[in-house]
Every structure is written in C-alpha cells, then in structure tokens.
C-alpha cells in the first residue's frame, strides 16, 4: 500500500518555475556572518529555500557575494524560470551557469521545492535512512591551550562526540596532546587548513599527531595534491580526509588512496544533487564520511541534516546551529544532547522559514521575473 501510495505521489506533476528570488541577508548586530538566501516558486505557490553561505564583511562590497548574487540574478534564476522539470536533477544545467556557492542554493531550493510538491520529506527523497543525526562540533581556533581545553568541554558537555580542532605547523602536537589527555576516547579529527607540505619537518609533526589516536586529519596539504595525500596516508594509521570539491577530485583520490574520510559539503559541491553522488562514490569505495552543513539561516543546516539520513554518513556530523542566535527557521536545527532529529513527518526541508523576518533584514532583494 505505501508503495502505490508513493508512485501516486511520483506521478504528480511538478509545478512549472514561476519563479526565483534572492535575499542578502546578513546577522543583526555586526553583519557577519552572511548569507544569500533562495526561494523558488512553483505556479501553484509552492515554495522552496536554499541557503548561500558567504564571508561578508563590514564596510564596503564584498567580491565574492556579489559574484553570488550575480550567478543567480543574471543566470541560474533566468534559466530557471518557465523550467519544465520532472527531478531535481533536470536543473543541474542551469546549476552548473555560476559558482558552486550558488548553485548550492539553487539546487537545494529546487529540491525542497519538488519534495514540498510531493509531500516528501527531503531525506527521504535523498535516499536517507536515518532518523536522527549524532553530532560533532568544530572548535574554533584557540591559541591559548586552555581555552582551547575549555571549549572542548563545552562541545562535550553539550553532547558532541567529536570535536574538529584547527592545526598549523608549529601548533599541532601540544594541543592535540593536552585534548587527548583530558579526553582520551573522544573523536578528534586535526584540521590542518592546507598548512602543511612534504618537508621533513611538517611531515615529522603530521606523523607525530598519529600517536594520538585522531579520527582523521583533515586538509593537510594543497586540495591539488592528491598525491601527497596518498603518500601521507601509507604512512599514517589516521584516516586522511583532503578537501573534496567536485566529483573528478573525489573519484581521482579514491583511485589514488588518498584518503579515507570525506567531508561532504553542500556549498563547496554545488548541491544536493552532486553531494548525493559524492556520498554514493565515497561509500562505495568504502570511505566513511561526515557531514558539515553552512550558513548562519538554518537553510544549509537543514539541508545538511537530511543529507546526514544517507546510509553511508557514519561519522558524527557538524549539521547543528549553535544556539543564542536568532532563529530563521522553526523548529530550529538545533543538538539536543548530541542528537539532531531528521523531520520525517513535514515535506522538504521540514522546517517552517521565517519569511518575514528574511524580508525584514534583507539588505537587497531580486526577485525573477521583474
């Protein structure tokens, strides 16, 4: 019965694009972090929203989001309008017109689109299997060894079961030697932010970090160098996790050995669509993989939650808003005892958006058509 059910569903048609809109919106108080926010229309009022995390800086224009905002106002929205579409998947051309930013926007708010159309949850949709998301959490950078011990508490006390703690030369061993001593079973993956390369020096200090049982280290060399990740993970037991942004990068380091951990992001693949086909790749080659969502709106978070449902995401991830801020979407993406629930029982990203508050901060606004 529930199988008919679901081919009834499917047959739906899925409403023609109406139309697009973009929101650049930036936190109360300071302006940072930024966003580009996404709503697609159906022609029967359907919505759906995706999120395009960007620095933003006080005091002036900012390069990048306004290449952003161009992608979508002079390409991806134009293409978008009048689409006929049966998948998520038929955008991928007009996705693939601007930046992976955003067509990471574009392609999610398609895909909440086509699920709310359908009324279907989007991890379901994706494939996902989870009911809910165990999570980890990325400290940020601390120079001072106590601090930085303290924070790690924080996570865990709230319930995380992995920290991300940021690495450079110079600055590896000791911190990671004092968390490991205060936590010695706790999942700690070393980001090293491509700090490092293949002098006998930085190779002595990435080696040494092996002796504390990480989880994985994370960027260690250049995202080209896939080579020298796989020369480094021959002679580590830590996982290598280099920094993936397309699928011909993930496919040559699987082929390479270069790793053995993926951290799968929706903003730096360019979509939902291409992060499934990510997570397929890594899984099958057996690579274990985690999620990190973007955004400060709640949209990415969302996204990457229900990314996080997909069988082969077996790592804690970092798919939670930190709590204090302000909320954008109901209920918020927030851990509640290391745990975030997928919404199973609403369609799409399963959250309400706060429209009127969007509208409300949105410091430019497009809307296609004029």
Not at 94 to 122: E, F, K, M, V, Y
């Amino acid at each position: 019965m529930g199988g008919n059910t679901f081919e009834r569903k499917r047959r739906v048609r899925v409403p023609q694009i109406h139309g697009c809109d973009a929101f650049r919106v930036a936190m109360p108080r300071g302006g940072r972090p930024e966003s580009v926010l996404v709503r697609v229309t159906g022609e029967d009022g359907t919505a759906g929203w995706g999120e395009a995390a960007v620095p933003g800086r006080r005091g002036g224009p900012d390069p990048v989001t306004d290449a952003v905002w161009r992608d979508i106002a002079e390409r991806m929205g134009p293409a978008l309008i009048g689409l006929e579409w049966d998948r998520p998947e038929d955008v991928s051309a007009a996705a693939q017109l601007g930046t992976r930013s955003a067509a990471s926007a574009i392609d999610t708010a398609c895909w909440d689109l086509w699920c709310r159309s359908r009324g279907l949850p989007l991890a379901h949709a994706l494939g996902g299997t989870r009911t809910s998301i165990v999570t980890g959490r990325h400290i940020s950078p601390e120079p001072v060894l106590e601090t930085l011990v303290g924070r790690v508490n924080r996570a865990v006390g709230a319930g995380h079961t992995r920290v991300t703690v940021d690495v450079r030369p110079g600055w590896d061993i000791e911190p990671i030697r004092e968390i490991r001593r205060a936590y010695p079973a706790l999942a700690v993956v070393a980001d090293a932010g491509h700090a490092y390369d293949e002098s006998a020096e930085h190779l002595d200090a990435l080696e040494g970090l092996d002796a504390y049982g990480l989880l994985a280290l994370q960027r260690p060399f250049a995202a080209h160098e896939l080579r020298a990740h796989a020369r480094l993970q021959l002679r580590v037991d830590m996982a290598v996790a280099p920094a993936i942004g397309d699928l011909d990068t993930l496919d040559a380091a699987v082929a390479l050995g270069a790793g053995r951990v993926l951290d799968l992001r929706i903003d730096l693949l360019g979509g939902l669509t291409a992060a499934r086909s990510a997570h397929d790749l890594a899984y099958a080659a057996g690579w274990e993989v985690w999620c990190t969502g973007s955004g400060a709106f709640g949209l990415g978070q969302a996204a990457a939650v229900a990314l996080a449902a997909l069988p082969g995401v077996t790592l804690p991830s970092d798919v939670s808003d930190p709590a204090g801020g302000p909320v954008f979407v109901t209920p918020p993406v927030r851990s509640s005892g290391g745990v975030v629930g997928v919404p199973l029982t609403q369609p799409g990203l399963g959250h309400q958006v706060d429209e009127a508050r969007i509208e409300r901060l949105a410091t430019r606004r497009m809307r296609l058509p004029a």
